[in-house]
């Protein structure tokens, strides 16, 4: 197993007294662990038990000269792979929902980049109130990770949903959020969603990417070691943990970046819906009705884009290439065509026709179509899924020195 950072952020809950047993676990599998608590965690575990078992100091305070000596608290948020809070109670989870930084572990949640994991622990009650319930949808939103809670009888003599997940189940969300590091060393840049194109202050040309499939490509990379850039076009989705995102609008401004960060990129994964065309000219105020003679439209001139997954692939010394196919009629044809046509190493095809799948949709039903004719024909998945898959492909792309 990897060697990687798990800093456990311990919070005041009855449950905290199994967190020894987790720290173990958490050891067992090669991790290096390091503990944080919040002042009322130390009231249900020994700080003292928690240093001996991760063989590292504990800390509670955000301001202790001693121990920001050795290391600060901004630099043991960026020290960590994963963050796991556990237990979390609810007026933890409330704090992180609202981004509150008013301890160490709140602070150091709000300051790491790498991904989170969650386990709670709490009365029945707190755990179904709606307030909890609001706290918890928004931290999945922002990509935080959930293990748990169980059901079952609780320390405060209520049954139901609100136990902490077992030790060893934590530990293998922790092995599972983790990933196999198979990417550790390797710099990806993936773009995301559709591009905009204005028309005038007001308007714009654009199409329906969510940017959903771009983004699972990007969050895998991440949770799979790399440094990923992901350029993403107009949308309102959260940014995966541990990646670097750079927002553009226009298919210009998406190849200036991905230009920018191409020479220094291991692979380049193009999953955003390009815009082929923009608006001639760019009005410089909002288009008005009155300035045109009754009754007319005016008439739209349009220019070609630049194709740059084609302009990447040709690039010398580029990395692996890999390209998009939105297509809605003979999709593996087309595909084909389009990737000989383009000159990426892989081309992920998918039927945008099917309701289940493409824009907007949470699972997707891809081929991958490569050089030569052979096409691997996956059936519906997640898009995370098919990120996983994905990038299964590139790593050996990559190994093979591509
Ligand atoms: N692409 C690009 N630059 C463009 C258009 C598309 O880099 N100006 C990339 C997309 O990111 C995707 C792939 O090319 O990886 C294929 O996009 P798609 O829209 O399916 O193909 P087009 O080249 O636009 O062909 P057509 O619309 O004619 O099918």
Redesign the pocket.
Known sequence: MDHRRVLLAVSGGIAAYKVPELVRALRADGHEVRCVLTRSAAEFVSPLALQTLSGSRVRAELFDAEQEGEIDHIALADWADLVVVAPATAHVLARMAHGLADDLVTTLLLATRAPVLVAPAMNVNMWAHPATRANVESLRGRGVLFVGPASGPLACGWEGEGRMAEPAEIAASVRLALGPASLAGRRVVV?AGGTREPLDTVRALTNRSSGKMGFAVAAEAARRGAEVVLVAGPGGLATPAGVRRLDVET?LEM?EAVFAELPRADALV???????FRPAERAEHKIKKEDLPEDAAPTLALV?????????SRRPGRGVV??????SRDVLA?AQR?LE??G?DL?VANDVSRADAGFDSDSNAVSFVWPGGDVEELPLLSKSEVAARLWDRVEKLLGSGA
């Open positions: 773009t298919a190849r193009m999953a955003a819906a390009v815009a082929d070609r884009n630049p194709d740059i997954l084609a302009e990447a890999v390209g998009f196919a939105a297509e087309a389009k046509r383009k990426c081309l």
